[in-house]
């Protein structure tokens, strides 16, 4: 299955071409990514509207590039897949009109992805990923540790109560004076420093469940950009790092030691996605404790931690194997949780 995978939810104009073989080998035709970063940056962070328009704007010569260098041609594709949200509703309606309309035109099937299936699967872009496997999804919006029991099949083991890790990074950079998008700025900075120091809080230290919490955090990093001299920003911001990425293993811990009974010693596998699991810090704290409780690792190449389509390709790849297609009236979902007890339980909160 060759399949045209489309992306536009945030501040990415994204398209690649995806191929799953029979066999389950994937492979990556192609992926590009347009960056709307220079237009959102004079507003520190993503306006809709602009990021609506760019996407407008953009996506037919991102989608041309996407199916050039995969020189597969449209007769060779087996559908198109595009991003039906959650995300920003307007950039998601462009890009999912627009799969509609390559679905017509080339008389392909389409397929309706969620966004977060996407970063789901996308560590099994590059690596062999079996089903299933714990998942720290965490990215711009979102906070969850979920067991991934294959396409369709997530269970919501805890999520954030307040900020998303991606936005929490987003808005202690902000305060801290770095630049828009602030999670990559706080970790250059941190680079040079040494985080030993700080009074840092951490929440939700030894309570049961799984949730995370990332306000109190944000509001004493914020005291502490203010009172600290600049000569010592740079142990700030790897203090902050530190305190991110020890939130998150300790979390991921205990959905480990939940799982574990349930799964046999070889078949505990752990897969982190999303935008944070770029970090080097965050990946490093998620790998040792792996590698303490027994658990394989994987994380997506960087390239397909933040937004992307090849991720968007590759669900809809996974879907299309499945039998699982959407007719041209699906709508975008400006919230869709990927869990479907949560999503009938509490319609208004992805
Ligand atoms: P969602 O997927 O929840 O809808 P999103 O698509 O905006 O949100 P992603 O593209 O997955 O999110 O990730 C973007 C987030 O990842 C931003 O918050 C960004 O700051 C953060 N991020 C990216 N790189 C890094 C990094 N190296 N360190 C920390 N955070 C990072
Ligand atoms: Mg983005
Ligand atoms: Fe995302």
Redesign the pocket.
């Known amino acids: 299955l060759t399949v045209l995978g489309v992306e536009t ?4 104009t994204a398209a690649a071409v995806v191929r799953l073989s029979g066999d389950g080998i994937v492979t990556v035709l192609s992926s590009v990514v347009g960056l709307q970063t220079e237009r959102h940056a004079p507003f520190g962070g993503v306006v809709p509207e602009i990021a609506a328009r760019a996407h407008v704007e953009t996506i037919d010569a991102v989608v041309a590039e996407a199916m050039d260098r995969a020189g597969t041609g449209w007769e060779g594709l087996s559908g198109v897949a595009a991003t039906a949200g ?2 920003l509703i307007g950039g998601v309606m462009v890009g999912l009109s627009f799969g509609k309309a390559v679905a017509l035109a080339r008389g392909l099937p389409l397929v309706a992805v969620n ?2 299936e996407g ?1 789901a699967v996308s560590a099994r872009l590059a690596a062999r990923i079996e089903y299933p496997f714990l998942l720290l999804l965490v ?4 906070c969850q540790l979920l067991r991934v029991d294959g396409i369709g099949a997530c269970t919501r083991l805890g999520s954030t109560i307040d900020d ?1 890790a ?2 929490a ?2 808005k202690i ?1 902000k305060s801290m004076g770095l630049p828009y ?4 700025a ?2 250059r900075l941190a680079a040079g420093g040494s985080p030993e120091g700080f009074d840092l809080p951490r929440a939700l230290l030894g309570r049961p469940g799984c949730d995370f919490s990332f306000s109190g955090l944000k509001t004493a990093a914020a005291r502490l950009a203010a009172e600290t001299p600049e000569a010592r920003r740079a142990d700030l911001a790897a203090a902050v ?1 530190a305190a991110i990425a020890r939130q998150l293993a300790e979390r991921t811990r205990r959905a480990m030691l939940a799982c574990a009974a349930d799964l046999p010693p070889g078949g505990r596998r752990f897969v982190v996605a ?3 699991a ?3 810090a ?1 990946r490093r704290a998620l790998q040792d404790l792996a590698a303490e409780l027994g658990w394989s690792f994987d994380a997506p190449p960087l390239a397909y ?3 992307n389509a090849a991720m968007i390709a590759l669900a809809g790849a996974e879907r299309l194997a499945l039998g699982l297609t959407d007719p041209l009236s699906a709508e975008a979902r400006p919230r869709w949780p990927l869990d479907p007890a949560a999503a009938a339980a509490r319609p208004t909160h992805t």
Do not use: R, Y
Request: proline fraction near 8%; charge should be negative.
């Open positions: 939810s945030c501040d990415e959650p995300g966004h977060l970063h990215s711009g919006g979102h998303a991606g936005e990074f987003d950079a998008p602030g999670g990559p706080l970790e790092q999303g935008g944070v770029a970090n080097g965050v931690c933040t937004d």
